[in-house]
Structures are given as C-alpha cells and as structure tokens.
C-alpha cells in the first residue's frame, strides 16, 4: 500500500530548495542498475533549481514560500521495482500539479522504496501561486490511492463510517505503514544525515527533507523522531549510544570548533572521546586565538552509570558496542 504525505519545510528560501532539491537527487539515493531513478515533469532535473528561479523571476514572486515537499511511499511488501514507482510518482506530479516544475526522485536505499517530490511554488504557465491545504492534502492522497490502484497497489482501508465532519487524522492514515524495519530505517536516515550535518539546524533539515520530524528541546532529556509512517521514536530506543542527544551535542560542537565541512573523518579516537577527554584543553586554546564560546563541560558520571560509562568509552575510541555491552547499555536505560 502507498502513503502521501506533506513534508513541513519550515525553512523557505532559495537555498533550502536547492539544498532539497540536491539532498533527494543524491546518486546514493537513486541509482538502481546503471538508472538514476530522478526525472522531472515541466523541467530537467539536472536544471530543475535554475528552472524554478527563472519561473519565480519571470512572473515577480520570488518571495514568500519557494517549494513544497511531498513523499510517496510504498509498503515494503507492495509487488513494485523501482523503475515503476518512479513512474507512479510521475504520474502524480502530472495529474496533480499539470501546470508547475516538480522533480521526482525515487530512493532505493531504504527497505521500502519511496519518491520525494519537490515542487516549486509558482506556475511556469500562468505564474499563480500553489497553496496547499489540509483539503488539498486529502485531494492528493485520493488521486494516490487511484494511480496505485489502477497499477494493482493495495491502498489503506477507509472507516465504514466517516462523518464528513470528522477528517482522518494524519497518524491514522500512516498506519498502515507500520513494519518492523521502520527503526532500521531512521537509524541509516540519521546515519546518512550526520555524514554532512555540522551543526544541530543542519541535522533537523535534513531530516526534514526525509520525512522526519525531530523534537530537540534544552529541557528535554531525549531526542524523539516522528517517522513518515506516523511512528514516534527517542533516542534511547535506537540500540546505540551514539545517537543519544548529549553524544550528539557533543559530536556538533566538535565539527563547529574544526569546522567540518563533511569531507572530513572523525579523529581515531572517536569524537566522543575526544569531546569527553580533550575538547576542552581544545576549546580552551581556540578561545584565545579566535575568542570563541566557551565549551560545555563533559559529562559527569555517577556509580549508578559505571557500564554505561563504560560502553560510551569503547565507542569513544571508534569501536561499535559489543553485544554483551550492548545489553548492559540496554539494562541501564530500561530498553
């Protein structure tokens, strides 16, 4: 069965669609065989980005809000290759916006293939402004249950009684979705995100652009991820120390003091050593020669988190965590 969802780009700018529109093009992302599975409809996606300016500039709307983001997803058991969902998410685009540039891009990277769509705000025809609303959001998700069923795709079950008054809600819709390979896939999400992300903005978009939402507050302890299956998740379910949010706080203000650019390898050490043990002798020094921030300090550990100090210093010197580790980890954090 397939799903379409809205995702919420609240960054609108020119550089946030380019970064989009680079972000799901990714060769890693899309190439089955010798095929990258991207493809556009009104535009080339390899000029898709310089196709929509050229659009905004021409009717004199380059303010205000530049693309929206779509993603379709296929259960992992739908009898489809990913040549034809590549055509399906085509023939959405053309079906539901016949009048604007959209790129379609189809990951296979994943255990479920799924197309992002990345439309521009403005019309290359007659230059009207898209607006989408929770209406137009149901219109597609009808059009996406046609298409696939016209391809022989099951499609989510309806209430038998649905008040017209009494919309379904956006986790209910998702739910069909739920599998058990839905966590592998945010952890090879956040994984592929943190080969690029410097800085915790950075990280949050391009999840983003994934489908994911990240909740990531100063009084929170936990990270929780909403997935695009509806599906919520926090930091210490994911069977890995390295995600929790201090490590990661840590991980982004080391690639700040460096100024990682993404090319770069963590030290052999691994980063959270060395953010535990020498970032702030480090911070300090670079203190002085360019007055940055203070560091924050590193962690302070009690008696009662010894095996969780323990593991946190093997994956500190760049080691993945035993499976007896692995299951001390989990004891102390109630897994």
């Not at 379609?104 to 989408?132: E, F, M, P, R």
Request: aromatic share 8%; proline share 4%.
């Amino acid at each position: 069965m397939a799903t379409f969802t809205a995702i919420n780009c609240k960054h609108q700018s020119g550089g946030a669609m380019r970064g989009t529109l680079d972000y799901v093009s990714q060769k890693k992302k899309t190439l089955w065989g010798d095929a990258q599975l991207v493809v556009g409809h009104n535009c080339f996606p390899q000029s898709a980005y310089a196709e929509m300016l050229t659009t905004k500039q021409q009717f004199r709307k380059t303010n205000g809000r530049q693309f929206y983001h779509f993603v379709q997803s296929f259960a992992e058991n739908d009898p489809i290759t990913p040549a034809e969902a590549n055509a399906i998410g085509l023939e959405l685009a053309q079906r539901e916006f016949p009048g604007f540039e959209v790129v379609i891009a189809t990951h296979v990277d994943t255990n479920h293939i799924h197309n992002h769509l990345v439309v521009n705000s403005v019309s290359c025809v007659d230059g009207k402004k898209l607006h989408q609303s929770a209406d137009d959001l149901l219109a597609h998700r009808q059009a996406n249950d046609e298409i696939c069923q016209a391809h022989g795709l099951n499609i989510l079950e309806r209430p038998e009684k649905q008040s017209r008054m009494k919309r379904m809600k956006p986790g209910e819709y998702q739910a069909g979705l739920y599998a058990d390979s839905w966590k592998l896939d945010l952890i090879q999400t956040i994984n592929d995100v943190l080969e690029y992300a410097r800085s915790l903005d950075e990280f949050v978009e391009g999840m983003e652009r994934e489908g994911y939402q990240v909740t990531w507050t100063e009084n929170r302890k936990h990270i929780t991820y909403t997935c695009p299956n509806g599906r919520r998740c926090r930091d210490n379910s994911l069977h890995d120390e390295t995600f929790l949010k201090e490590n990661m706080e840590a991980l982004f203000v080391y690639r700040q003091i460096v100024g990682f650019r993404g090319e770069y390898s963590e030290p052999e050490i691994g980063w959270i050593g060395e953010a535990s043990q020498g970032l702030l002798r480090l911070g300090k020094q670079l203190e002085q020669d360019a007055d940055l921030p203070p560091l924050p300090a590193p962690p302070v550990w009690t008696d009662s988190k010894l095996r969780r100090r323990e593991a946190l210093i093997k994956l500190a010197h760049g080691q993945k965590l035993s499976q007896d580790s692995h299951n001390q980890s989990q004891g102390m954090m109630g897994y």
